[in-house]
């Protein structure tokens, strides 16, 4: 077994000369019967606005902290060992700048090592210790936590969760060992691989409770106090501690390897098998139902090294940049004080779109929103389901009774469009077209203040048109939201030439008061997301029409890590509207985007791909078969997967060039955000370059250097048409 006190840890100390450090501050607090706790408190010296970090510096630091505690308890100084950190904040685990640095797989493997040896030095104190988890604890951050021997939680903690299977990387600093062997191998699943591919959903402090990563949890007014108090009273003897999702030896035998196996065709279903780091995830979770801790821990060093060094985690971190940075300093966006307040919100329209986005609102903006339709029944019915999806809130512990009863007192409906009169804020979410659109806004306009804003949720059309008919176009802006709502984290704010930036600046704040990321696009054909996704289904649809099978098709695709085939995506956002995005591109460009009579008659039939009882793919539906039977000129996968490539890469540049967007970071951004594309392909455009598209096409690239991660160029004569 490795000797982690035996290491060099030099070449990790050489990458950091300019780290943040986190320090490691110890005081003593007295307690009952004259004994005494050492309360380690994490603290980079910034505000809550910079996270605790943890690189090399910080760990060498908490090592050393640790051997002087052991020092300390072995005298009968100090009787227990508690950790905690700055205000809100535990620890938001490793600094990634500083992992995208590392060289070499030796100096990767350091880093896990480093920190197994700096964490797990909390288990060989001689006396109890404790991690008081009072705020945001990532990664790391919970690893701090899971290497401690109890643990107590703040109620009010925003964030707990492993995320880094979503970064391309695995928990290597105890979780894959430590976290199932603590809360059962079904909910250690949840927490390292399911959570992380939903968008990096994370935990609440009450949720860290139920599933037994903490122990106890408190009120978060007297949380130190009274975490210092059961600390007390566990050394003390008078508290003891159960813990009923501590797997048993039946969960061992039966269970375990069960649940690994569903989870492993979970993932080859929903993700394919591109991305490395959940199938390492997965396999360490697996062999942590047997052996020591120290095999545990040596199997994190050797997997967390493997995939450092890999390409995966550049493009991983390439794409973790552009989320955590470019997003949150949007191009283009206009000085936050030009913003108007929004102080009521209308919405027209009271179908689940529309619901949705009336949900959004209350529930982030906390002001009166009133829904309207063409019918009092059909305004019921959306109230209806507002308050229903509130209930929901409310029965899963995410809202209390009081904020429930009170967001639903803000919702309201009406048929009477006189009742948006004090709104500031006007978003409509009806159907997909052009005159229904127009129509709404000329009407609305005639009863809401010249200083309102308006807002279109269209996902094709021009925002500008749309606003034709309007006194004040300036007003108007896209605010295109992808569904579902709650979940995905990207609105496209569509700037018109008429757009002013009174009405941009407040665009910009209301989507990050909504907790969304918001990138600011041009008024062009399906703005970036969709304008992407229909030349991907432009060309699946014409290699179909002309004789290609849909499986063939989607092999063409799998290269690309997009998480479902073009065929799942067709019926997941509905064939008509399938039908009708490509109508809408074909339309605006005529020599690039195909238009497909099939898949008006697949949308007719209303029907692609056979399912069974439970949902799950089957294959393809016999009539949808024969509806796009007699094509005469199918392509091979390989043909294809360069024409997906090429075509991309030509449209890619053409949007740039027309600045859709302002770089080629955005294009990236809005696919990973609005589309599930993964963080380990790093973004579409640096795939394009490592496969050699962006040369083939315009003789160039879209990132000098490229980019390191998966793809590589195929070996097949280019077919044009």
């Not at 995966?312 to 206009?334: D, T």
């Not at 973004?683 to 040369?695: I, K, M, N, Q």
């Amino acid at each position: 077994m490795t000797n982690y006190d035996s290491l060099d840890f030099s070449p990790l100390l050489e990458l950091s000369a300019d780290e943040v450090v986190t320090h490691s501050l110890v005081r003593d607090i007295p307690l009952s019967g004259g004994r005494v706790l050492a309360l380690v408190t994490l603290d980079n010296g910034r505000d809550h606005t910079r996270p605790n970090t943890l690189g090399a510096v910080s760990l060498m630091e908490f090592a050393t902290t640790m051997d002087a505690l052991t020092a300390r308890a072995s005298r009968g100084e100090i009787h227990g060992v508690a950790v905690t950190g700055k205000p809100f904040i535990l620890a938001a685990g490793a600094d990634l700048s500083k992992v995208a640095e590392i060289p070499s797989r030796e100096v990767g493997k350091l880093l896990s090592q480093l920190g197994h040896h700096a964490f797990g030095k909390q288990a060989t104190l001689g006396v109890p210790s404790f991690v008081f988890i009072n705020g945001l604890a990532l990664g790391g951050g919970l690893e701090v936590g899971l290497n401690a021997q109890y643990r107590t939680v703040d109620a009010t903690v925003p964030a707990i969760a492993l995320p880094e299977v979503f970064l391309g990387l695995i928990p290597g600093w105890g979780g894959s060992y430590l976290l199932p062997n603590l809360i059962g191998i079904e909910n250690a699943l949840k927490v390292i691989i399911e959570n992380p591919l939903k968008n990096n959903r994370t935990l609440k402090g009450a949720d860290a409770l139920s599933l037994g990563i903490a122990d106890v949890m408190f009120a978060s007014a007297r949380f130190l106090e009274q975490s210092i108090e059961w600390a007390d009273g566990v050394i003390a003897g008078t508290i003891t501690v159960s813990r009923p999702n501590e797997p048993g030896k039946i969960e061992r035998l039966v269970k375990w390897d069960v649940a690994v196996g569903i989870a492993r065709k979970m993932l080859e279903g929903r993700i394919g098998t591109v991305a490395r780091s959940p199938y390492v995830a997965l396999e360490l979770l697996r062999a942590a139902k047997s052996g020591t801790k120290a095999e545990g821990f040596e199997r994190e060093d050797d997997a967390l090294a493997e995939l450092i060094s890999g390409d995966q985690l550049q493009a991983s971190i390439y794409a973790f940049n552009l989320v955590q940075k470019r997003a949150k300093r949007p191009a283009g966006a206009p000085d936050k004080k030009l913003a108007r307040p929004i102080t009521k919100v209308g919405v027209i329209g009271a179908g689940l779109m529309a619901s949705q986005f009336a949900l959004l609102f209350v529930r982030r903006l906390q002001v009166p929103v009133v829904i309207t339709d063409l019918d009092q029944a059909r305004v019921d019915k959306g109230v209806a389901y507002i308050h229903s999806e509130i209930a929901a809130l409310e029965a899963k512990g995410r809202m209390s009774a009081d904020e429930g009863n009170r967001l639903r007192h803000l919702v309201t409906g009406t048929t009477n469009k006189a009742d948006f009169a004090d709104a500031d804020w006007v978003i409509e979410a009806v159907f997909e077209e052009l005159s229904v659109k127009q129509d709404v806004f000329a009407e609305i306009e005639k009863h809401i203040s010249p200083e309102a804003i308006l807002a279109t949720n269209t996902s094709s059309l021009s925002v500008e048109q749309i606003g034709a008919k309007l006194l004040n176009p300036e007003r108007l802006v896209g605010f295109h939201f992808f569904n579902p709502v709650a979940v995905m984290p990207l609105i496209e704010v569509v700037n018109t030439p008429q757009t002013n930036e009174v009405t941009l600046s407040t665009a910009m704040v209301i989507a990050g008061k909504l907790r969304k990321n918001a990138v600011i696009t041009t008024d062009t054909p399906g703005f970036v997301v969709n304008r992407i996704l229909a030349k991907v289904l432009g060309e699946a649809m014409h290699a179909v029409d002309t004789g290609t099978p849909f499986d063939t098709v989607s092999a063409a695709i799998a290269p690309f890590g997009l998480p479902m085939t073009p065929f799942e995506l067709l019926e997941l956002v509905g064939l008509k509207v399938g039908a009708h995005v490509l109508d809408t591109h074909h339309a605006a460009f005529p020599d690039r985007f195909f238009e497909s009579t099939n898949l008006h008659r697949l949308a007719e039939h209303g029907t692609l791909l056979e399912r069974d009882a439970k949902g799950k793919i089957k294959g393809y539906d016999k009539v949808a078969l024969k509806i796009v039977a007699g094509g005469t000129a199918p392509m091979t996968a390989e043909e294809l997967q360069l024409r997906f490539e090429n075509g991309l890469a030509d449209e890619i540049k053409r949007m740039l060039d027309d600045d859709v967007v302002h770089a080629a970071e955005d294009i990236d951004l809005c696919m990973i955000l609005g589309a599930g594309y993964p963080f380990q392909m790093g973004g579409v455009t640096p795939y394009l370059d490592r496969v050699g598209a962006s040369e083939r096409v315009f003789g160039g690239s879209f990132h000098t250097p490229k980019i390191r991660g998966v793809g590589s160029a195929v070996a097949v004569t280019v077919v044009t048409d």
